[in-house]
């Protein structure tokens, strides 16, 4: 769903944050990411107001969690502010809150 801004946004979002901007820092991970689809995947269903950094956490814990590419993630449902990403097993899921911090 897009608001009329165009950006992507969650009909259940309740945070009213302006689109999170990339930094340099973001720059540099996403260049070392290969391929690139494992983080595209996740940041195209991923409301704009959550950053990058939060997006490659999701991303980092699904690979934990077995979800390695993004061919192998069976749904990726954003409800409110928390994500749950499922594998094609029932074994492999992530799930965390997109409004804490990104450990560093």
């Not at 820092?25 to 107001?49: G, I, K, N």
Request: glycine share 6%; aromatic share 4%.
């Amino acid at each position: 769903m897009h608001d009329a801004g165009g950006r992507r946004r969650s009909p259940h979002c309740l945070s009213s944050q302006p689109p999170a901007q990339r930094t340099r820092e973001d720059e540099r991970v996403l260049e070392r990411l290969s391929p690139q689809a494992t983080f595209a995947y996740p940041r195209e269903r991923t409301p704009d107001h959550f950053s990058d950094a939060m997006v490659l956490e999701t991303r980092r814990r699904a690979h934990e969690a077995g979800i390695d590419t993004p061919d192998r993630i069976g749904s990726y449902v954003i409800v409110g502010d928390k994500v749950s990403i499922m594998g094609e097993r029932i074994e492999q899921r992530a799930m965390m809150g997109l409004i804490q911090p990104v450990p560093p």
